[in-house]
């Protein structure tokens, strides 16, 4: 088993459950990874064997810059772009998604979900 992973990727968005989130915004940092498998991409030196990080990193994009209530909404739409563009290549995907200073009226760093599919 290979993996392309992505980590530390921030973005300013719009999501939250709240409809001051919505309007406010905040910081969110998400870490992708992409089991798959490199045999193929490594013997021929093509791109096109492989989990192509930069189509990743713009499909992450896009969906981000789409307000959802729920981050469990956000990373669902992520993995499923990503299976239907490398659906020979995708083996499993792990995406984390954190949320900078979540409004919980006290103080906590991020609050972060996971999910693995």
């Not at 088993?1 to 459950?17: D, T």
């Not at 930069?54 to 990503?82: C, D, F, G, H």
């Not at 290549?89 to 906590?108: M, R």
């Amino acid at each position: 088993m290979n993996r392309v992973s992505l980590e530390g990727l921030e973005f300013f968005a719009y999501h939250g459950f709240y409809p001051e989130e919505q309007v406010l915004g905040t910081y969110f940092v998400l870490d992708i990874h992409i089991d798959t498998d490199f045999k193929k991409a490594s013997e021929s030196d093509d791109l096109s064997y492989t989990v192509d990080y930069e189509e990743v990193y713009q499909i992450t994009k896009k969906e981000m810059a789409i307000p959802s209530k729920l981050l469990e909404n956000v990373l669902y739409r992520i993995i499923e772009r990503i299976k239907q563009q490398f659906e020979k290549a995708v083996q499993k995907i792990t995406i984390s998604i954190e949320k900078k200073n979540p409004p919980l009226g006290g103080v906590c760093n991020c609050s972060k979900i996971t999910i693995s599919e």
